[in-house]
């Protein structure tokens, strides 16, 4: 079965230094990745996703992952963090099954200091 | 807004009483999922619609919770006899079928209705 682990509950960083949210992941195939953001009182919104194209993806809001096969990862980066950046981050994979499930990671919650 | 919305967006109730709760995804999109999310938890799936056919269910999904999309519509959860065991952020997303059986479509998830059981 598919699952993803990340590797850090809480992040904190400065505003306008760089952003590493860390997330290995386990599979039997090559997987579909998705990077979910959660803002407290609203919805999960997708920041990105991979599918087998280039291994490097670019996401919204300056966000962007790197898919290492050789070391199970997909780790998220942005280059300077933003106030707003602070919330709930997924790793998330999609089941290799028909119906194709997402299977999230524990979360990552960001926080960003002035 | 992903356009999927949910209602309501809070319940409170208490516990042995029956709560159901509306999904309306993306007009087009003939896949819908049901995740549950528990405080500092990531969302956990409960039960897939492919139109109007229910296809897969969790084994989180214990003889209380049924779910139904008539006509390949609208979703509804139903809960019966609510533990505090429920007490829970429930989560509704949808996408479309993909016409290519191998690509993963990205699900829209809706605002969550946020039970709390007493």
């Known amino acids: 079965a598919q699952s993803v682990t990340q590797l850090d509950s809480h992040v904190s960083v400065s505003e306008g230094t760089p952003v590493l949210l860390r997330c290995n992941y386990s599979s039997s195939y090559s997987p579909s990745l998705f990077w979910y953001v959660q803002h407290p009182n609203k919805g999960l919104q997708l920041l990105l996703k991979y599918t087998s194209a280039a291994t490097l993806v670019k996401g919204i809001n300056g966000f962007e992952a790197e898919f290492k096969k050789s070391e199970t990862s997909f780790h998220l980066t942005k280059p300077s963090a933003h106030m707003s950046d602070a919330a709930e981050y997924f790793c998330v994979v999609s089941d290799d099954t028909g119906f194709q499930k997402l299977v999230f990671g524990t979360g990552t919650r960001l926080l960003v200091s002035p | 807004d992903t356009g999927v919305s949910q209602d309501p967006r809070h319940k409170i109730t208490k516990r042995g009483q029956n709560v159901t709760f509306r999904c309306d995804p993306i007009?087009?999109?003939?896949?819908l999922y049901w995740y549950r999310q528990t405080l500092g938890q990531g969302p956990e799936f409960l039960t897939y619609?492919?139109?109007?056919?229910?296809?897969?269910k969790s084994r989180l999904l214990s003889d209380r919770f049924s779910a139904e999309r008539p006509k390949g519509s609208f979703s509804t959860l139903e809960i019966q006899r609510t533990e505090q065991g429920d007490s829970a952020m429930y989560l509704c997303?949808?996408?479309?079928?993909?016409?290519?059986?191998?690509?993963?479509?990205?699900?829209?998830f809706g605002p969550g209705t946020r039970l709390t059981v007493l």
């Open positions: 007009s087009e999109h003939n896949r």
């Open positions: 619609f492919q139109n109007e056919a229910q296809l897969e």
């Open positions: 997303a949808s996408t479309l079928l993909p016409q290519v059986r191998s690509r993963v479509d990205t699900q829209y």
